[in-house]
C-alpha cells in the first residue's frame, strides 16, 4: 500500500450526507463553522463564495471546492448581498435540498455539496496535506479526475438503494484520493504531497508505510531512496519539513492510536504492532508526544465510542 492510500485509509472517510443548494434572484446565505471536511460541485453558476481567511472568489459552473475542515463562508448570488445565517444542522436525510432567493424565479446558481467524517483518532492528519480550501476551476485539468466522482456521489445520493451508505463511503474515499492528487505543486511545495513526487523519497515513504514495524534507521531508509545517509537526511527534511525518523515515529503513533481506539491489542501488542520491542518505549514514546500513557487513551477512545454507540 502506497504511503497516500495507507493514510486514507486510516482517516476512515464515511459520508454524512449530501446537499442540493439553489439560488434564484438575490440572495446570499451564511453558514458557522463546523469543522467537518466538506466539498461543492457547481452544477451551474456562477455564484460566489466568501470563506473566513480567504478572499472572495466566483465560482462558475464544473468549479470544485473542497475544505479539510470547514469554516464560516458565504454563498451569494453578488457578493455585497446581505447573508442570511445558517447553522449548518443535518436534517437526517440522506440528500438534504435547500433553494435561497426568489421562489418563484429559475435557479440561477446549483450546488452538489456534501460533508464528511474520518476517524476522530486522525482526523487532524488531512489538514497537514490540504490547503485550508482547494479550489479547481473548471477547466483545470486536475479537476478531471474529481468531477465525474462527485457525479457518482450525486447519482447515488439521489436513489435510495441497498449498499448506499458503503457506496458513498467508497465514493468519498475515491473523492479525497484524487482532491490531494489534484493539489498543484506551488500550492504544496512541501510537506507529504510534495514527499510523493519525489521518487526518492516516496520510495522511503513507502517503506515507511508499508513496513511501519521495521526496525528502520536513518541508513536504510537512505538506502530505500537510493541515497548517501546525509543527502537524504537533508532533502528529506527540506521537501517533509520534519527529519525522516520524526516521520516515522509520526506515523507508527497515528497507527498505535488507530489500533488503541479499537480495542483489539493490548498496548504491549500494538507496541509489537507498530515496531517498539517493548511496551515500556512505547509508553514513554506515546505519552512524551500526546501527553496521556496508551492505556489511558484505549480506556477514553473506548468509552466515547459507548457513548456514540449509546446515542
Request: aromatic share 6%; with cysteine.
Amino acid at each position: 500500500m502506497d504511503a497516500l492510500s495507507a493514510i486514507v485509509t486510516l482517516l476512515k472517510p464515511q459520508a454524512v450526507a449530501a446537499k442540493l443548494v439553489h439560488g434564484a434572484g438575490r440572495w446570499g446565505v451564511r453558514y458557522s463553522a463546523f469543522g467537518h471536511p466538506s466539498y461543492a460541485l457547481v452544477l451551474k453558476g456562477p455564484c460566489w463564495l466568501a470563506a473566513d481567511g480567504e478572499p472572495a472568489q466566483m465560482l462558475g459552473t464544473g468549479d470544485f471546492v473542497l475544505f479539510p475542515a470547514t469554516p464560516r463562508f458565504t454563498l451569494a448570488s453578488d457578493p455585497k448581498v446581505r447573508p442570511k445565517l445558517l447553522e449548518p444542522v443535518p436534517s437526517g436525510q440522506q440528500v438534504e435540498v435547500a433553494f435561497h432567493g426568489d421562489p418563484d424565479a429559475e435557479p440561477s446558481a446549483s450546488l452538489l455539496g456534501g460533508y464528511f467524517q474520518f476517524d476522530p483518532a486522525n482526523a487532524s492528519v488531512l489538514t497537514g496535506l490540504l490547503p485550508r480550501m482547494l479550489h479547481l476551476r473548471a477547466g483545470d485539468p486536475a479537476a478531471e479526475g474529481v468531477r465525474p466522482v462527485v457525479e457518482l456521489i450525486k447519482r447515488e445520493a439521489l436513489t435510495a438503494r441497498p449498499g448506499q451508505s458503503l457506496v458513498l463511503s467508497r465514493l468519498v474515499e475515491v473523492l479525497l484520493v484524487e482532491s490531494l492528487r489534484s493539489v498543484p505543486e506551488d500550492v504544496a511545495p512541501t510537506g507529504l504531497l510534495a514527499g510523493l513526487r519525489d521518487a526518492r523519497l516516496a520510495a522511503a515513504l513507502q517503506a515507511i508505510h508499508t513496513h511501519p514495524a521495521h526496525p528502520w534507521t536513518l541508513a536504510t531508509l537512505a538506502r530505500e531512496a537510493s541515497m548517501s545517509r546525509s543527502s537524504f537526511a537533508e532533502h528529506f527534511m527540506r521537501v517533509m519539513t520534519v527529519t525522516p525518523l520524526r516521520y516515522l515515529l509520526q506515523w507508527r503513533l497515528a497507527l498505535a492510536k488507530d489500533l488503541l481506539s479499537r480495542g483489539e491489542l493490548t498496548v504491549g501488542e500494538t507496541a509489537l504492532a507498530v515496531g517498539y520491542e517493548s511496551a515500556s518505549g512505547f509508553s514513554i514514546a506515546f505519552s512524551r508526544e500526546l501527553g496521556l500513557p496508551p492505556k489511558a487513551y484505549m480506556e477514553g477512545a473506548q468509552e466515547a465510542s459507548s457513548r456514540v454507540q449509546g446515542n
